[in-house]
């Protein structure tokens, strides 16, 4: 049985630092990605990384403050979310699958149950 579970949400000041984890089990991926979504708006693609090259990706809103790091012997995807701003609060959900194009949803078969990430102003 497939599962993703995320873990490292919560809540912290402009500019601080956090750390979601999502930890995939059943099965190997050929990619993992993190998407975030505010309530009423789509869902948007935040990173994705390939584990077995440990090539990443990223979408505009988090090139140069965030990183997203595999550990295959784990098989956990990390997201490190530095300077954080309050417009990036949102539910974060890891996301696993074979797509072809990184920054879209299709392809990505699993998703987790999603993260609550507040930033306060």
């Known amino acids: 049985q497939v599962q993703l579970a995320e873990s490292g949400g919560g809540l912290v000041q402009a500019g601080g630092s956090l750390r979601l984890s999502c930890a995939a089990s059943g099965r190997t991926f050929s990619a993992i990605a993190w998407f975030r979504q505010v309530s009423g708006q789509e869902r948007e693609f935040v990173a994705a990384?390939?584990?077995?090259?440990?090539?990443?990706f990223y979408g505009d809103a988090a090139k140069g403050r965030f990183t997203i790091a595999s550990n295959s012997a784990k098989n956990t995807v990390y997201l490190n979310m530095n300077k954080l701003k309050p417009e990036d609060t949102a539910v974060y959900y890891c996301?696993?699958?074979?797509?072809?194009?990184?920054?879209?949803?299709?392809?990505?078969?699993?998703w987790g149950q999603g993260t609550q990430v507040t930033v306060s102003s």
């Open positions: 996301a696993a699958g074979s797509p072809d194009l990184l920054s879209t949803r299709m392809g990505y078969d699993y």
């Open positions: 990384i390939r584990p077995s090259s440990d090539s990443p």
